[in-house]
C-alpha cells in the first residue's frame, strides 16, 4: 500500500488544519492505521488510532489534551484517513505521519512507531504563537 499525507502548513495558536492520508494499492481495511507525528529532537510518537471497521477511536495518553482538540476519521468509499486539528497549539509543531501495519488490530494496541510496516512521507505542522 501507499500513503499519501497532505494537508499541513503553517497556523497561528487557536487555528485549525486537517490533514488528509489517501492509500493507493490496498484497501485501508486489511490495516492498522494511525497518526505519529514527530517533534524536533523528539520520538514519533503516536496521535491517534482508528478502526476501519466501526470507526472507534483513541487519542494519546500522552497528552490528553488532543482529544479534545483532534478528530481521527476515515472516508471508506475513498480509502483516506483524516485529522482534523482544531485550537493548535505551538507544542503541536511537528511532522505528521499517517501509518499502516499490514496486519488488522483495529483501534487499540501497537502504539509503536517502529511496528508499522507504511509511512507517509510526513506533512509539516508549523504553530505560531
Known amino acids: 500500500v501507499q500513503l499519501q499525507a497532505c494537508g499541513g502548513g503553517l497556523v497561528q495558536a487557536g487555528g485549525s488544519l486537517r490533514l488528509s492520508c489517501a492509500a493507493s494499492?490496498?484497501?485501508?481495511?486489511?490495516?492498522?492505521v494511525r497518526w505519529f507525528r514527530q517533534a524536533p529532537g523528539k520520538e514519533r510518537e503516536l496521535v491517534a488510532a482508528?478502526?476501519?471497521?466501526?470507526?472507534?477511536?483513541?487519542?494519546?495518553d500522552s497528552d490528553y489534551s488532543v482529544k479534545d482538540r483532534f478528530t481521527i476519521s476515515r472516508d471508506i468509499a475513498k480509502n483516506t484517513l483524516y485529522l482534523q486539528m482544531n485550537s493548535l497549539k505551538p507544542e503541536d509543531t511537528a511532522v505528521y505521519y499517517c501509518?499502516?501495519?499490514?496486519?488488522?488490530?483495529?483501534?487499540?494496541?501497537?502504539?509503536?512507531?517502529?511496528?508499522?510496516?507504511?509511512w507517509g512521507q510526513g506533512t509539516l505542522v508549523t504553530v505560531s504563537s
Open positions: 501509518a499502516a501495519k499490514a496486519y488488522y488490530s483495529g483501534v487499540y494496541g501497537y502504539t509503536k512507531y517502529f511496528e508499522y510496516d507504511y
Open positions: 482508528i478502526s476501519w471497521s466501526d470507526g472507534s477511536t483513541y487519542y494519546s
Open positions: 494499492g490496498r484497501t485501508f481495511s486489511l490495516y492498522t
